[in-house]
């Protein structure tokens, strides 16, 4: 009879404490989800030969922290993502095992646009096609990271012809032509956005790409109607809202970053969102990866 | 028929009898079904993960079986007097020992071979759900089970060694793990030691760990994990001299533990 009783206590407390346990855990700070990968070389001898196993679950670990940042940004709460620790995890994944494209693939949508922390991601980059030879992917994004980023075309090119040649794809011809016009900034970025987008499975990392081609969009849209402006009247448009003004365009787009569209001295369409989740404060910008890849 | 085979036979009989190795392949079985779904983690590389996935539970499954029977089918039969029953008959305890051996080798394989025919249909219904860049060589993924099958036959006679000598279930069991584990890490601590940490060491550190590195398997040859996901090519002559490595190391660990057991004290 005592027994029945303890066990129908336990049983009561089990239920009692379940449902705030969970609720708990689930609440845990993002942070201490994403957690700390121990080293490289302290990962290789402790896999017992699965280091590419356990390569693979850094990145899912990264990918499931960055998602739920998305989450939340697309909720309007907005958090400090801890960058830092992010890429350290997946230097650490890449040096477990160089050929996982995820790692490079994540890189390359999480820390240029971000961050503009083109030089380290450009160095992963750069380690990842010593491995990944065939794929034609790693030189692209170089490509890209110079040309968009850098304004560097000289340095892009060569990147562009290497994945021209790996692809045979007339994408890479075409955007590699395009890239040495220097025209067309905003409908570059989009047909990248568009590339990466096609090439993943991951829905949080598909809305993520959602919201940057909205706001390109907007702007290429913006860009459109300032030379349509051009044409019609003769002189650049002064301000975005004159296209509204004179007719050219009904409303001006809504960037989803939540910035207002503005044309520049040189009359290129830009955002004063940058592009950029309010996240990020500017002195963050300057505190991303510190290893080196050898 | 043979004593040697009597031994074989009564051996793959008890080891079909063993629960734990139900509950082991069924679990094998469960892993097998979620392997598509859990390759949909990878952003672009859900093929590649689902052959990840598969040669990595494989290895681990094999492990679990190599470490678990290589350990307790010796200290089984000790601690269950049947030893000191049947080797009371005209039989040699180095048929036993052989016999007990092959048969969880035996084992092993249909387990290694049962597995990796269902790692070819989850990897094929991963691959469905997103084209990948590179397609799945077969002719590599064959040999990485293989491989995978040898590295864990050569833990298994590790562990019979150590079950020859020991009087407890733990210690083989223990130290074949450690073995397993350092095992893997020897070839990287090798490497580390021939670059510019090493020249930093005293040499006779050096010599101590270049000797411990010899004695111990080097398992890191048979690990043809990164070939099989990513397809990338292998090479023929470092296979031939592994699996030479693997016919001399294994050979020498199971005459030791051979002559070990042939010298026991059972009474």
Not at chain 1, 40 to 54: A, K, T
Not at chain 1, 177 to 182: C, H, L
Request: aromatic share 14%; net charge positive.
């Amino acid at each position: 009879m005592i027994g029945r009783i303890v066990c129908a206590l336990f049983l009561c407390g089990y239920l009692a404490v379940i449902v705030p346990f969970t609720t708990a855990v689930a609440h845990r700070p993002l942070a201490v989800k994403l957690g700390t990968m121990p080293s490289p070389e302290v990962l290789r001898p402790l896999s017992g030969g699965n280091r590419q196993f356990i390569a693979q679950y850094a990145v899912v670990k990264v990918l499931f922290y960055y998602g739920t940042l998305v989450e939340k940004f697309r909720e309007k709460i907005y958090l400090k993502p801890e960058y830092e620790n992010m890429f350290d995890t997946l230097q650490t994944a890449a040096k477990l095992d160089p050929w996982n494209s995820d790692v490079y693939y994540f890189t390359q949508a999480a820390f240029t646009w971000e961050l503009r922390r083109i030089d380290e991601v450009n160095r992963l980059l750069e380690f990842g096609m010593r491995y990944r030879t065939w794929d034609y992917q790693l030189p692209f994004f170089l490509g890209f990271n110079n040309a968009y980023f850098r304004k560097d075309y000289a340095a892009a090119a060569p990147y562009f012809e290497k994945a021209a040649k790996l692809s045979h794809d007339p994408l890479m011809v075409n955007l590699s032509a395009r890239y040495f016009s220097e025209s067309g900034q905003n409908e570059m970025a989009l047909r990248f956005i568009e590339f990466m987008q096609r090439r993943t499975t991951d829905r949080k990392m598909i809305a993520l790409y959602e919201i940057r081609k909205q706001a390109l969009i907007g702007a290429l849209t913006v860009q459109k109607g300032a030379e349509e402006y051009r044409r019609r009247f003769g002189t650049p448009p002064a301000r975005v809202s004159d296209l509204v003004a004179k007719g050219v365009l009904k409303s001006i787009p809504r960037d989803p970053y939540g910035g207002e569209y503005y044309l520049d001295e040189k009359g290129v369409v830009r955002s004063t969102s940058k592009f950029a989740r309010p996240s990020t404060p500017p002195q963050q910008k300057g505190g991303v990866p510190s290893r080196r890849m050898d | 028929m043979s004593t040697f085979e009597n031994f074989f036979r009564l051996s793959i009989t008890s080891l079909l009898r063993d629960r734990l190795l139900y509950l082991l392949l069924s679990l094998a079985f469960l892993v097998l079904l979620l392997i598509p779904l859990f390759s949909m983690f990878s952003l672009r590389q859900v093929q590649e993960l689902s052959v990840t996935l598969s040669l990595s539970a494989l290895s681990l499954l094999l492990l679990v079986v190599a470490v678990l029977t290589g350990a307790s089918s010796l200290w089984r039969d000790v601690e269950k007097r049947y030893t000191a029953s049947v080797l009371g008959l005209p039989v040699s305890r180095g048929a036993l020992v052989v016999g007990k051996f092959l048969a969880i080798a035996t084992l092993l394989a249909a387990i290694a071979a049962l597995f990796g025919l269902g790692s070819v249909l989850a990897i094929k219904v991963a691959a469905a759900s997103y084209p990948a860049d590179i397609p799945v060589r077969w002719d590599v993924f064959a040999a990485a089970v293989c491989f995978e099958y040898l590295k864990n036959v050569m833990l298994l006679s590790l562990a019979f060694l150590f079950s020859a000598v020991s009087t407890s279930f733990y210690f083989p069991f223990l130290a074949s793990f450690a073995i397993y584990l350092a095992g893997s890490a020897s070839q990287d601590v090798f490497e580390m030691l021939s670059g510019s940490y090493g020249q930093a060491l005293l040499p006779s550190s050096r010599a101590l760990i270049k000797g411990i590195y010899y004695l111990l398997p080097n398992f890191s040859a048979f690990d043809l994990k990164t070939q099989a996901i990513y397809a990338l090519p292998l090479s023929p002559g470092t296979l031939v001299l592994t699996c030479i490595y693997f016919v001399c190391y294994t050979g020498l660990a199971l005459s030791v533990a051979v002559w070990s057991f042939s010298r026991r004290e059972l009474a």
